[in-house]
């Protein structure tokens, strides 16, 4: 007998989009994740800086973040190996000249979370020892934000996938999609599949591949974020410090093992793509960095970028399409769809099987119409 050709779920894409719906979906039915790259987590989400912080994201993204918040803490038994959530803690800092923006923040960080801080000059050195201190005024710090272990996260939900009957085969672009009376037939360069439902889960390439299925594109931007790992200072012990960002988005470096990662914070857009460090950003990363403390990089360790994908009004795009049946979209989580995975796989699970969100997450205010594809093709 050959391998299996029907299931009731396809989706395509293996990052953390595709594998934590199709965890939840497995519980539902035979799911199927196929993947065009070697492994899974190749691109965006293999790329990321692992952060979860409710505080500084957007009010729909910090709803998913709180409703992500308790399997991350507590996953159910035997999904993970390891602990995914360590204690990191993200502080925001700027000069006398973002004050404006540092008070902004604060205004509307503090109403979301009662833990919120206003950080002295002081305050933020003791944290973050390298600052620069001339002309820094301060910070606003989220003691809450924690580190995720991603491959931890990734792993469980192929794990919990493969536990529920369902399958992941890497190394299978989907290049064609048909419908018909009997479903959808996907095509890779291996193997012809039968399934009800396709589940677009494809990251960067979720417009290229709702073409594949004769569905309009919604607009989606990939833009490219670059990052670099570099040799800590010697005379601190860097793994203790937050995430320390600019509070205008200019930069922000982290503990990474005893290393530190550095990130541009650039928004170029780009056409789906392996895509690769630019060595003029590299460059302004090391400089930003730099300029902003008393660290002089010496060595980068490896650089590389990534791409965080969105439509216009930065929501999620969550739910079947409006004109061809049996294509789900799951795709725009910018750069939240690491802290957001459990919640966005869970509302991806209800909405494919056409049932009601979980309870507490209308309570929280995940609005499933908000994040629909029909806001993007009624226009
Ligand atoms: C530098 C950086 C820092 C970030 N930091 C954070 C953070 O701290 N916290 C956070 O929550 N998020 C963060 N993000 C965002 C987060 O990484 C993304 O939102 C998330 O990874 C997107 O997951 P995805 O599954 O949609 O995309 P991807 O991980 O790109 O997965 C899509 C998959 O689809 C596959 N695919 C595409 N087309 C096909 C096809 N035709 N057939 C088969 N397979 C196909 C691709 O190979 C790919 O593996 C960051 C992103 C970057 C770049």
Known sequence: ?????????????????????GYFLSQHGRVLVLEMESHAGYHTSGRSAA???????SPLFCALSTGSKKFLMTPPDRFAQDKIMTPRGAVLVGRADQQASLDELYEKTS???????????DRVLDLVPVLNSEGLAGGVFDQDAMAINVNELLQGFIRGIRQNGGELRPDEEVLGLSISGNGWTVTTGKQ???????VNAAGAWSDVLAERAGAAPLGLVPQ???AILFDAPEEFNVREWPICMDVDEQYYFKPEGGALMGCLMDQTPMSPC???PDEMDIAMTVDRIQNATTMNIRRIVKSWAGLRTSVEDQVPVVGFDQTVPGFFWLAGQGGFGIQTAPAMGQVAA???TRSALPAEFEDLGIDALAMSPK???NS
């Open 224 to 226: 490219r974020r670059t």
């Open 375 to 377: 806001r993007l093709q």
């Open 1 to 21: 007998m050959g391998p299996q050709t029907s299931f009731d779920f396809i989706v395509v894409g293996a990052g953390m989009a595709g594998v934590s719906a």
């Open 350 to 352: 209800a909405l494919a």
């Open 192 to 198: 012809t599949y039968q399934t009800e439902i396709v």
């Open 274 to 276: 392996d895509v690769q």
């Open 51 to 57: 952060l979860f912080t409710e505080a500084f994201a």
């Open 111 to 121: 109403q979301i979370s009662p833990t919120i801080e206003f950080l002295t000059l």
